[in-house]
């Protein structure tokens, strides 16, 4: 089968490799029918995750019709129509009995790496190098699913697959986010990242009863949907002086009562503790940037609500400790917990409350991968999210059953 491939930082191929198959009883072979390219993906391709090696299959947000399933997948049949979570859960261990699926205790099989790094691993992951599993991921023509009994989501025949793609990680994620926030009616939400997850968080926080909302971001298109989509009032950071300063003003110097980091690891920004990151990181003294992290905690106002669903990946510098502890703060974050809101949030989907193909830019084939990483890391052509659909250019490949996907991992 064809498979997006990564070369090493920069540089992915989509390359003929083995195909995946059943490997344990609760697996599943999908057929992908449609996926994405996740801001977190570009954390890979950039180079900036350790333990991701020559060959990996990325991708972590994709659906498709399963074709074949393991002796105790008893919940799925062949054909059906399903999307798949981008963190891999066992539904058993203590964690998945409490809802917490990805932080699940069984389905990374190289814990060990993890445990080095965090004290303690999370959830396996789909695409998302060795240290989270190995598992190869769904941009692909096919993919193993391991425990295909508690993670595919069935979706009704007939929907199309953009109206339900991003049940696999970003909506679900941009919800979770709103939640970790503790929104109460009224409340002035602000939203670094107007990129997907940014997107959906704003959707949500009006969901939950925001007042308003304030979208933080430099790229025109973003920041034009979250104003005409999102209804969010917006500041372009390369237009103020100070993200801070023009926050503050904006909320009568109180601060909003709920900030929402979707940028993460590779934050952007021209202040001086923005440059110290970017020096620190180039030379691997930091692993991550965490500007937003701090802008965000020097400005939510007393009392307030941090929710961080941007990815770090180790160490930051500069934490402005003394302001969480003085001012009070709560900062919520985690991997999203996927199967508790995947199927919630479809009832939303097919309720009509939310259109999630909105964001999308970009409809492109799989062996197009190459070129559509570029164009979405240098958000070119106003790409906000990338969609492929393989053999959409006519070359679609027949599923033989045999074969092991490259960098699948025994769960
Ligand atoms: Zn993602
Ligand atoms: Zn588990």
Same mark, same amino acid.
């Given at each position: 089968?064809?498979?997006?491939?990564?070369?090493?930082?920069?540089?992915?191929?989509?390359?003929?490799?083995?195909?995946?198959?059943?490997?344990?009883?609760?697996?599943?072979?999908?057929?992908?029918?449609?996926?994405?390219?996740?801001?977190?993906?570009?954390?890979?391709?950039?180079?900036?995750?350790?333990?991701?090696?020559?060959?990996?299959?990325?991708?972590?947000?994709?659906?498709?019709?399963?074709?074949?399933?393991?002796?105790?997948?008893?919940?799925?049949?062949?054909?059906?129509?399903?999307?798949?979570?981008?963190?891999?859960?066992?539904?058993?261990?203590?964690?998945?009995?409490?809802?917490?699926?990805?932080?699940?205790?069984?389905?990374?099989?190289?814990?060990?790496?993890?445990?080095?790094?965090?004290?303690?691993?999370?959830?396996?992951?789909?695409?998302?190098?060795?240290?989270?599993?190995?598992?190869?991921?769904?941009?692909?023509?096919?993919?193993?699913?391991?425990? %295909?009994?508690?993670?595919?989501?069935?979706?009704?025949?007939?929907?199309?697959?953009?109206?339900?793609?991003?049940?696999?990680?970003?909506?679900?994620?941009?919800?979770?986010?709103?939640?970790?926030?503790?929104?109460?009616?009224?409340?002035?939400?602000?939203?670094?990242?107007?990129?997907?997850?940014?997107?959906? %968080?704003?959707?949500?926080?009006?969901?939950?009863?925001?007042?308003?909302?304030?979208?933080?971001?430099?790229?025109?298109?973003?920041?034009?949907?979250?104003?005409?989509?999102?209804?969010?009032?917006?500041?372009?950071?390369?237009?103020?002086?100070?993200?801070?300063?023009?926050?503050?003003?904006?909320?009568?110097?109180?601060?909003?009562?709920?900030?929402?980091?979707?940028?993460?690891?590779?934050?952007?920004?021209?202040?001086?503790?923005?440059?110290?990151?970017?020096?620190?990181?180039?030379?691997?003294?930091?692993?991550?940037?965490?500007?937003?992290?701090?802008?965000?905690?020097?400005?939510?106002?007393?009392?307030?609500?941090?929710?961080?669903?941007?990815?770090?990946?180790?160490?930051?510098?500069?934490?402005?400790?003394?302001?969480?502890?003085?001012?009070?703060?709560?900062?919520?974050?985690?991997?999203?917990?996927?199967?508790?809101?995947?199927?919630?949030?479809?009832?939303?989907?097919?309720?009509?409350?939310?259109?999630?193909?909105?964001?999308?830019?970009?409809?492109?084939?799989?062996?197009? %991968?190459?070129?559509?990483?570029?164009?979405?890391?240098?958000?070119?052509?106003?790409?906000?999210?990338?969609?492929?659909?393989?053999?959409?250019?006519?070359?679609?490949?027949?599923?033989?059953?045999?074969?092991?996907?490259?960098?699948? %991992?025994?769960?």
């Amino acid at each position: 089968m064809k498979a997006v491939c990564w070369n090493g930082p920069v540089d992915i191929k989509v390359e003929d490799v083995p195909d995946p198959k059943i490997l344990n009883p609760r697996d599943a072979v999908v057929r992908i029918t449609a996926t994405a390219i996740c801001g977190s993906d570009l954390h890979l391709y950039n180079g900036f995750i350790p333990t991701l090696q020559k060959g990996d299959i990325l991708g972590h947000e994709f659906m498709g019709e399963v074709m074949e399933v393991g002796r105790e997948v008893k919940n799925l049949r062949v054909g059906q129509k399903v999307v798949v979570p981008f963190c891999i859960a066992c539904g058993r261990c203590w964690y998945c009995q409490n809802e917490l699926y990805s932080l699940c205790d069984n389905s990374n099989p190289n814990a060990w790496m993890a445990e080095k790094l965090f004290g303690h691993s999370p959830a396996g992951l789909f695409g998302y190098s060795h240290m989270t599993g190995g598992y190869a991921g769904g941009q692909a023509e096919y993919v193993r699913v391991p425990f %295909a009994d508690v993670g595919p989501l069935p979706v009704p025949d007939g929907i199309e697959d953009e109206k339900v793609l991003f049940l696999s990680d970003i909506f679900p994620t941009g919800w979770m986010a709103a939640e970790n926030a503790e929104i109460q009616p009224g409340d002035t939400v602000a939203v670094w990242g107007c990129g997907p997850v940014g997107q959906f %968080a704003i959707q949500s926080a009006w969901m939950m009863g925001a007042g308003r909302v304030i979208a933080i971001d430099r790229f025109p298109e973003r920041l034009l949907l979250a104003q005409s989509w999102g209804r969010a009032e917006i500041i372009d950071y390369e237009e103020v002086d100070s993200v801070i300063d023009t926050l503050r003003d904006m909320t009568g110097g109180r601060g909003p009562d709920r900030c929402i980091d979707a940028v993460g690891m590779e934050a952007h920004g021209h202040t001086l503790d923005a440059l110290y990151d970017k020096a620190k990181q180039a030379v691997r003294m930091e692993t991550d940037r965490p500007h937003v992290l701090r802008e965000a905690i020097m400005v939510c106002r007393k009392g307030g609500t941090l929710s961080v669903p941007g990815v770090y990946g180790g160490f930051i510098d500069k934490f402005p400790m003394g302001a969480v502890m003085n001012k009070g703060l709560t900062i919520k974050t985690g991997q999203t917990h996927m199967q508790r809101y995947m199927r919630p949030l479809l009832e939303k989907v097919l309720n009509g409350e939310i259109d999630l193909s909105k964001i999308i830019t970009h409809r492109l084939d799989l062996d197009d %991968a190459p070129g559509a990483y570029a164009t979405f890391k240098k958000k070119e052509d106003h790409c906000i999210k990338v969609v492929m659909k393989p053999g959409s250019n006519g070359h679609a490949h027949r599923h033989n059953g045999s074969g092991n996907g490259r960098g699948d %991992a025994h769960a």
